[in-house]
């Protein structure tokens, strides 16, 4: 299996910060890399997909890069709806998993 | 819009069934598979399995073989998932989510079903 290692796991910061979680394979896993966004008592949300893609609808200030294992997620200019819990997932194979997650608190 | 919407909380006994539903609206059902992911209380999620509306294949996780069973009726465009023997620790929020046709991102996902596994 793909382990996905998530950091930090806990992350605090104020509107208009920038933040950066990472996120680290234990294998190449090419752009087979989505960033979700959970919020309590919801459904994960998909922000980034393929490493840097945009999903429709998602705010520009999210920004995700990276390549072969190592990939990172940039929210800048933080607003008040962005705190949340945050995992990255591998698509390169089943079972497909995900970071420890990385909540952002105020 | 494209979206899933699951069935309702449900409570079971230990060794007991549960089958969750997940109908899907605003696309051809039969487009894209379905997978389906589980997140206990305070952890993340976990991939259960996958299926394929248009032919009825699937597959799961290791640790599920045996006690899931995934299927769908496209005449209602609608996915099932089923999970036998139920323990404490399968209580958990359920998840249907439509897997992309390349790259395999998930979007979107149902609103999720709490099962709660208790004697």
């Known amino acids: 299996d793909v382990q996905m290692t998530q950091s930090p796991s806990s992350l605090s910061a104020s509107v208009g910060d920038t933040v950066t979680i990472t996120c680290r394979a234990s294998q190449t896993i090419y752009k087979f890399l989505n960033w979700y966004q959970q919020k309590p008592g919801k459904a994960p949300k998909l922000l980034i997909y393929a490493v840097n893609s945009l999903q429709s609808g998602v705010p520009s200030r999210f920004s995700g890069s990276g390549s072969g294992s190592d990939f990172t997620l940039t929210i800048s200019s933080l607003q008040a709806e962005d705190f949340a819990t945050y995992y990255c997932q591998q698509s390169y194979s089943t079972p497909y998993t995900f970071g420890q997650g990385t909540k952002l608190e105020i | 819009q494209v979206q899933l919407v699951q069935s309702g909380a449900e409570v079971k006994k230990p060794g007991a069934s549960v089958r969750v539903s997940c109908k899907a609206s605003?696309?051809?059902?039969?487009?894209?598979?379905i997978n389906w992911f589980r997140q206990a209380p305070g952890q993340g999620p976990e991939w259960m399995g996958w299926?394929?509306?248009?032919?009825?294949?699937?597959d799961s996780g290791q640790q599920f073989r045996g006690r899931l069973t995934l299927t769908s009726d496209t005449s209602i465009g609608t996915a099932y998932m089923e999970l036998s023997d139920l323990r404490s620790e399968d209580t958990a929020i359920y998840y249907c989510a439509r897997i992309s046709h390349d790259l395999n991102w998930f979007d979107p996902w149902g609103q999720g079903t709490l099962v709660t596994v208790s004697s």
């Open positions: 605003g696309y051809i059902f039969t487009s894209h598979d």
């Open positions: 299926m394929t509306p248009n032919n009825g294949n699937s």
